[in-house]
């Protein structure tokens, strides 16, 4: 966002131009950054990104194969009723969610106890 304008009434334009001179070189010697601090902000950013990607990517993975391991630790237990299929217990659906879900399902299901 650019600041507004200032004119100060009752000085000469000479003096208005000077004055937005100054402030001009005031904002802009706030705004910088010598080269310096930032090549060292940069290279410390770059590092720490760096880092943290290599975290999350270690974390998350062996994260991951430790979730596999214990959702099919118990192998593929769980009959279906239609197609006589194993499965995982994360994979399958009680009827009678389904059911409730959606009435118009039952016309696919046998009507098996298990």
Request: include cysteine; aromatic fraction near 8%.
């Amino acid at each position: 966002m650019q600041s507004p304008t200032v004119i100060y009434l009752g000085h000469s334009d000479e003096l208005n131009k000077r004055i937005m001179r100054e402030e001009k070189i005031r904002k802009k010697n706030r705004l910088t950054v010598d080269a310096d601090t930032k090549k060292k902000y940069n290279a410390t950013q770059r590092e720490y990104m760096k880092q943290k990607r290599a975290d999350s990517q270690l974390c998350s993975l062996g994260s991951l194969i430790i979730k596999f391991h214990d959702i099919v630790s118990q192998g593929p237990v769980y009959i279906c009723t239609c197609c006589n299929q194993l499965w995982y217990r994360h994979s399958v659906l009680h009827a009678a969610i389904l059911k409730k879900s959606s009435p118009d399902i039952v016309k696919y299901f046998q009507m098996k106890e298990v």
